[in-house]
């Protein structure tokens, strides 16, 4: 059964459209409407070799990139934090950036709407990459109840790129370098015997200064009935790979933590137990939350 | 690398190796986020002026598939009329190089084949009220025009015409349409377009040539009437 042209490409319109706006901002809607014209001039532009989603993806960027590849993102007066952090990135490789992670193509896909080889998609990927770390590379405070582990910590974080702005052991220490060197995220340590000191030091740290804050433990309930919302909870043990993730995902989105009012009550307890015994993989919190 | 796409291998990472993405399964979480926070920014359903648009690309699309239908039936009144394959086959292009330039005129529900027999029809009759005047025209201005010969007609889909009428200049395209499917003659379309007779002459001669060539016709003496043909249409009907 040979399909119309609209029938192909109706079903991708919607996550084009979103695809559009990521790539263009305000002008994503006129840029689809280009292209439904010049389908409509021109069936037979669109590739039927191809998979539909595919050949649509193509067509458009070879429109787009026709068009307005050079222009800077036109931005709408509210636009949020990941639009800024695109807008960073430059024309052809935020369109690998796109297709690979908000589109979930595989690289091999990229390679053919783009046109081009897989080793130019990684190539591209990696400009893409670098060009939104340098806007991320944090300054991390370490919250750690475990002398020994500091040292760890550290380490994993100058791995990843990003600089440690001050390793406090107590709840004084923490609350007076927060203060200091006012970092970008705060990661910390909450050991199962501990008295909730970290907690409360992150709570207080939340009072003046607004910044994600990743909980590592072995037990994510102490953390999940206490009045600490992070933007992340790690579970030990963990792959560096996945901290690595969360933290540059906390920046990435420019996530917040929270305190919530009052003591936790009975019924969250019970939940927030049955949930961490039921998952073996490392937990994340359910939803992170966007500060805009 | 910042992130893995769904397609990589796992490596493990190089001292410059950044991750958005984590090991597999937090890869997803990333495309997850970034889908929920444009999804915010543009959500709902398509605006009007889009779903205005996919409207007229359906209809547009339904054109060319009727169009497409009824060239067999465009083919048989034409070969009543002419008597001559080749001169039905002619008739045909000229028809449907009419009605593709006035698409827009047509109105989806309507009869498409009686407006397209009418037009072949008219083009048939003003073909001969053109042979019975034309005394000044050395060249034979029906003779000049677009002529594939019946063996290429299998081949002509009125999508690759489309195309192909496209990627001409506008000058060129301009001119074909109104010298074929029109059927102005030369003089005509030189005061229209305001320039020289030799001018339309050879935007015309190129036009046929580009369209050989995107067609996939071979040679420019396949694309127009043999010796013979010229004479017959010469040749005042009784």
Redesign the interface.
Known sequence: MNR???EL??PH??SL??FS??LSGEK??AN??AL??L??????ALRRDLAPRKAVFQLFIELWSAASAKEPLAQSKDA?V?ETRIAAVGGRARQAFLL???????????AVVLRTEVEEV?RL??I???Q??EQIAAKILLLEEDALLTLDMERLVE???HKVAGAAANEWEAVILAKRAKPDLVLMDVSPGGENSAIEAAIEILDTLKVPIIVITEKPERVADSRLHPAFIMQKPF????????I??SL??EMSASVRPGAASPALRRNSVRRARAQR?PQ?CAA?R?SS | MLFETAGSRFSPAAARDRTLCGSRGAGRDVSKLLRQYYDRRVSGPLPENLTLLLAQLVEAEAKHRQLLELTPHLKAFAISLCHSLDHADDLVQTTLLKAWSHRDDFVMGTNMKAWLFAILRNSFLSEIRKRKYEVEDQDGGFADCLSIPSAQLGHLMIMDLSKALDSLSKDQREVLILICAEGLSYDEVASRCGCAIGTIKSRLNRARAKLCGLMGVKGGHEFGPDQKEVSLARTPLG
């Open positions: 119309t042209t609209a490409v109706e319109l919607p459209r979103r706006y990521a994503g809607d689809l409407a439904l014209e389908l409509i001039a021109s069936q037979g949020g990941v690979a992670a908000l589109e979930d193509f595989s690289e091999r896909d990229i990684r990927l990696d893409a990459s670098s939104i770390f791995e990843m790129g792959e560096p790979r996945d901290l690595e993730a969360m540059n995902q990435f989105f993989q994340f992170p966007f």
